[in-house]
């Protein structure tokens, strides 16, 4: 019988093998993140499809960090001149040329680090942002799924995926084609990526933020918009940022 607890059950035993082989790997990122926020710069996160769930939750969140900025598609309307027809398109990711234009539309420091967030890790747009940010020598951190990204051809021209390029790869655990509970007929419910994803998201900040107070300075967390005061506190973070952060509609 296919019913709630199905998925209830493969996304329960999905966080725990995600929780029981990844930690390392969230260790590490958050040791190359700390040491970019703490030297100055800001988080750069990108995604693209859902995936851009991921990499918002890195920014503009409550708890999360505010020297965290989202690279997207969207910004080349919100920031350059395309319109917004230009990327309804939902494969629009596909298109080699669009993370370049992208990253000419932000302000990056070279001690920035990035984070790519892509389930599959093979769409134009995501390759190239990872070949652009380690070619100009960023530390970059992937979140995939590497059961997806090995079973496919990559689309970009070049053949890599994210995890080719990335100095850390955090590994979603979700299953090729994301969706984990069988239905009769061979149809698929319950996609896993962005649960684990999220919770990547979080781990990661969580091991930066425990980074600052080791070495004795005060994390810079945003505080909930929705509690008195909080505006003026996350104002101040902000403004030691200033175009470097953008939150959008984060």
């Given at each position: 019988?296919?019913?709630?607890?199905?998925?209830?059950?493969?996304?329960?035993?999905?966080?725990?093998?995600?929780?029981?082989?990844?930690?390392?790997?969230?260790?590490?990122?958050?040791?190359?993140?700390?040491?970019?926020?703490?030297?100055?710069?800001?988080?750069?996160?990108?995604?693209?499809?859902?995936?851009?769930?991921?990499?918002?939750?890195?920014?503009?969140?409550?708890?999360?960090?505010?020297?965290?900025?989202?690279?997207?598609?969207?910004?080349?309307?919100?920031?350059?001149?395309?319109?917004?027809?230009?990327?309804?398109?939902p494969l629009v990711e596909r298109?080699?040329?669009?993370?370049?234009?992208?990253?000419?539309?932000?302000?990056?420091?070279?001690?920035?680090?990035?984070?790519?967030?892509?389930?599959?890790?093979?769409?134009?747009?995501?390759?190239?942002?990872?070949?652009?940010?380690?070619?100009?020598?960023?530390?970059?951190?992937?979140?995939?799924?590497?059961?997806?990204?090995?079973?496919?051809?990559?689309?970009?021209?070049?053949?890599?995926?994210?995890?080719?390029?990335?100095d850390v790869v955090i590994d979603?655990?979700?299953?090729?084609?994301?969706?984990?509970?069988?239905?009769?007929?061979?149809?698929q419910v319950g996609p896993l990526?962005?649960?684990?994803?999220?919770?990547?998201?979080?781990?990661?900040?969580?091991?930066?933020?425990?980074?600052?107070?080791?070495?004795?300075?005060?994390?810079?967390?945003?505080?909930?918009?929705?509690?008195?005061?909080?505006?003026?506190?996350?104002?101040?973070?902000?403004?030691?940022?200033?175009?470097?952060?953008?939150?959008?509609?984060?």
């Amino acid at each position: 019988m296919i019913d709630q607890d199905s998925y209830a059950a493969v996304a329960r035993a999905t966080i725990t093998r995600f929780l029981a082989t990844q930690r390392d790997a969230i260790t590490e990122a958050g040791r190359l993140v700390a040491a970019s926020l703490l030297d100055g710069g800001v988080l750069q996160a990108f995604g693209t499809g859902h995936s851009r769930s991921v990499a918002l939750e890195l920014v503009g969140r409550a708890g999360g960090l505010v020297p965290a900025n989202q690279l997207g598609i969207r910004d080349l309307v919100y920031y350059g001149d395309a319109t917004v027809g230009d990327i309804l398109d939902p494969l629009v990711e596909r298109e080699t040329g669009l993370a370049q234009r992208i990253l000419e539309l932000a302000r990056i420091e070279p001690v920035d680090v990035f984070v790519v967030a892509s389930n599959s890790g093979g769409n134009a747009a995501v390759v190239e942002m990872a070949q652009l940010a380690t070619r100009r020598g960023h530390p970059l951190i992937a979140i995939t799924s590497l059961a997806h990204t090995r079973s496919i051809t990559p689309r970009h021209p070049s053949g890599q995926r994210l995890a080719d390029l990335a100095d850390v790869v955090i590994d979603n655990c979700a299953p090729y084609g994301d969706a984990a509970v069988a239905l009769p007929g061979g149809d698929q419910v319950g996609p896993l990526s962005n649960l684990t994803g999220v919770l990547a998201a979080n781990l990661l900040v969580a091991e930066v933020a425990g980074r600052y107070v080791a070495a004795g300075a005060a994390p810079p967390l945003f505080r909930s918009l929705n509690a008195p005061g909080n505006d003026e506190h996350n104002a101040d973070l902000l403004a030691r940022y200033g175009s470097r952060v953008r939150l959008g509609d984060a």
